[in-house]
C-alpha cells in the first residue's frame, strides 16, 4: 500500500484536514508531522463540526493509529482539553500516540512570543502568540524540553533548573516581567506528564513497522509550503517545516519510503497574519469570499486575507515537493461570481517572473499578472463527477492544472465528505 504525504500548496488552511478524514478510513496510521497548536484542521465527522489542533484528523476511525510526530511541538494543556473535548463528544482517543521525542511548549515559551511580538510594533510577523516559534528555536538551541521527559520527574526537574534560569533573565532584564518559579512549573507539567504517559510512546517504531507491513500511511502536514522557513514568505513564515521534506524529519522515515505527495490548494487564495499576499483582494469581492466561505482562523478566529488563485505560488509549491497529484478544494464557494481572475506570473520593476522571489520585500512590490475568466453562475455543491460541472467550471479547473502542472485528482465542492468529485482514485 502507498505512504501518501499531504501538503498545503499555500498559506495553510487549504483544506488538509477535510482530505485528510475523507482518506483516513482506509488507513492504518495517520501521522501528523509539523506545526504545533498554532495550526488548526477542520472536519466534519458525522454532521460534527470538530477544530482540531494538534491531534492528526484521523482519530474518527478507531482503526487508525494517530500518530503525533516528533516534529509537532506540544502544549500539554491544549493538547489535554483537545482530548477532553473529543472524549466528551463521544470520540475515543485510545488510537492517539505521541512521540517522546516531540518538543514541548513552555510557559515561557508563550509568554516570550508575545513580549517579542509587542516589540516589533509595525514590523510584528502576525504569530499566533501560542509560543511555538520560541520552542522551535529552543529546539535548535538545544534548551528544549521533549515529552518524554515528563516520564521522569528528577530528569524533569534538572532540565528545568538548567533551563528557566536563563529564560529569568531574559524576561526580567530584557521585558521587565516577574520570573517564573521553578516549582510551580515543574509541579503543572509533572501532573500533565501523568495524564499523558499512556499515549508517550517511540513513534517512529510504530510507523516504521506499518510501512514494513505495507500498511496505508497517511502523513498529514500543517500550514503550507508558504509559510515554511526555508521556502516561504521569509520571514513571515512559521517555525516547522510544512513541506514533505518535514514529513522526513519529523517522523523518523526515509524520502524514499514516501510514495505518494498530495498537493492540497483552494480554489482561491487565503492567508492568516502580516507579510505579502500578492493576488489579496482588499473589495468587495474578497469580503464576499470570506464571508461565503466562513474564512476566519480555527486557532485564533481571525478574519482570513483572501485573493484570487496566485498561480505562482502554486507552481513553486508543485516544484519544492515534487506534487505527484493535486486536491482542490471550496470550489462551490466560486459559484456565484460572474467572473474569475487567475495570476498567470508576477511584474516587478519591468521583469516578469513565474516564481515567487526569495525577499519578501521584493514581492510586496509584485504586481500579479491575471489571465480572466468567465465564471459559471451554477451551483456544484450537489455534482459529484467532473463531467457534470458547468463548463465553465471544467474550465477553471484544467487551468490551474496547467499552471500547477500536477494533475488534479479530487476536488471538494463543499464541507462534508460526500461533497467531493474524484478525478482520479487516490487509493
Request: aromatic residues 8%.
Amino acid at each position: 500500500m502507498p505512504t501518501m504525504a499531504i501538503i498545503g500548496g499555500q498559506w495553510g488552511d487549504e483544506g488538509k484536514g477535510k482530505i485528510v478524514d475523507l482518506m483516513a478510513e482506509k488507513a492504518k496510521v495517520v501521522a501528523r508531522f509539523s506545526g504545533g497548536s498554532n495550526a488548526g484542521h477542520t472536519v466534519i465527522h458525522k454532521g460534527q463540526e470538530f477544530g482540531l489542533h494538534l491531534i492528526p484528523s484521523g482519530i474518527f476511525y478507531p482503526q487508525v493509529t494517530c500518530v503525533i510526530g516528533n516534529g509537532v511541538v506540544i502544549d500539554p494543556a491544549l493538547l489535554l482539553k483537545e482530548i477532553d473535548l473529543l472524549n466528551q463528544r463521544g470520540v475515543s482517543t485510545a488510537n492517539l500516540v505521541i512521540s517522546d521525542r516531540a518538543h514541548l511548549v513552555m510557559p515561557y515559551h508563550i509568554l516570550l512570543d508575545g513580549l517579542e511580538e509587542e516589540a516589533r510594533g509595525g514590523s510584528a510577523i502576525g504569530t499566533t502568540r501560542k509560543g511555538i516559534g520560541p520552542v522551535f528555536a529552543d529546539k535548535v538551541a538545544r534548551l528544549g524540553i521533549r515529552a518524554g521527559d515528563l516520564l521522569e520527574n528528577d530528569a524533569f526537574y534538572s532540565r528545568l533548573q538548567t533551563v528557566l534560569p536563563h529564560k529569568n533573565k531574559i524576561l526580567t532584564l530584557i521585558y521587565g516581567v516577574p520570573p517564573l518559579s521553578t516549582e510551580d512549573i515543574c509541579s503543572q507539567y509533572l501532573a500533565y506528564g501523568e495524564r499523558l504517559a499512556p499515549y508517550i510512546r517511540d513513534t517512529e517504531s510504530i510507523v516504521q513497522e506499518a510501512l514494513a507491513r505495507g500498511e496505508w500511511v497517511l502523513l498529514e502536514g500543517a500550514q503550507g509550503t508558504m509559510l515554511d522557513p526555508e521556502f516561504g514568505t521569509y520571514p513571515y513564515v512559521t517555525s516547522g517545516t510544512p513541506t514533505v521534506a518535514g514529513a522526513c524529519t519529523g517522523l523518523g522515515i526515509s524520502p524514499t519510503q514516501i510514495t505518494s505527495i498530495l498537493g492540497i490548494y483552494k480554489v482561491y487564495t487565503t492567508r492568516v497574519g502580516s507579510g505579502p499576499l500578492p493576488t489579496e483582494l482588499c473589495d468587495e469581492t474578497g469580503d464576499q469570499i470570506r464571508e461565503l466561505a466562513h474564512e476566519f482562523g480555527t486557532t485564533t478566529g481571525r478574519p482570513r486575507r483572501c485573493g484570487w488563485f496566485d498561480g505562482v505560488v502554486g507552481r513553486y509549491s508543485a516544484r519544492v515537493n515534487g506534487f505527484t497529484t493535486v486536491a482542490l478544494t471550496r470550489l462551490d464557494i466560486l459559484d456565484s461570481l460572474p467572473k474569475i481572475k487567475v495570476c498567470i506570473g508576477y511584474e516587478v520593476e519591468g521583469k516578469f517572473l513565474q516564481y515567487p522571489p526569495a525577499n519578501a520585500a521584493t514581492l510586496e512590490k509584485c504586481k500579479p499578472i491575471y489571465e480572466d475568466m468567465a465564471g459559471w453562475q451554477k451551483p456544484t455543491s450537489h455534482l459529484r463527477h467532473f463531467q457534470d460541472l458547468p463548463a465553465e467550471a471544467q474550465a477553471y479547473v484544467n487551468r490551474l492544472e496547467k499552471i500547477i502542472s500536477s494533475p488534479i485528482a479530487l476536488i471538494s465542492v463543499g464541507p462534508s465528505r460526500e461533497q467531493v468529485i474524484v478525478i482520479k482514485p487516490l487509493i
